[in-house]
Nanobody, 120 residues
Framework: QVQLVESGGGLVQAGGSLSLSCAAS????????MGWYRQPPGKQRELVAA???????NYANSVKGRFTISRDNAKNTVYLEMNGLKPEDTAVYYC??????????????WGQGTQVTVSS
């Protein structure tokens, strides 16, 4: 089994910063892509940022220049550094990882989400 545990999140004022982390644990052969998604209240889940095992990154247009995704492969951990936060960033943020496990096949795993609230 594989478990993704998220940490960080909370309440921050507009213009502030917040850091999220997500650590994968279990029987893991390799982790391919990792990423962060978010779901504002009453809206659909959307991709925020993703990073490949080799470190290639992509971001949603709404967060480019403000958010930075990174990963520590030795720790099976992905991070999201959020700067210049805006009220529209308020959402539940979900960690995602494509994990190769016991049978050398990959599947997606999800964290349970962490609330980020940005006040104006």
């Amino acid at each position: 089994q594989v478990q993704l545990v998220e940490s960080g999140g909370g309440l921050v004022q507009a213009g502030g910063s917040l850091s999220l982390s997500c650590a994968a644990s279990g029987i893991i052969t390799r982790i391919n892509d990792m990423g962060w998604y978010r779901q504002p209240p009453g809206k659909q889940r959307e991709l925020v940022a993703a990073i490949t095992s080799g470190g290639s990154r992509n971001y949603a247009n709404s967060v480019k220049g403000r958010f930075t995704i990174s990963r520590d492969n030795a720790k099976n951990t992905v991070y999201l550094e959020m700067n210049g936060l805006k009220p529209e960033d308020t959402a539940v943020y979900y960690c995602n990882a494509n994990v190769v496990t016991l049978f050398l096949s990959a599947r997606d795993y999800w964290g349970q989400g962490t609330q980020v609230t940005v006040s104006s």
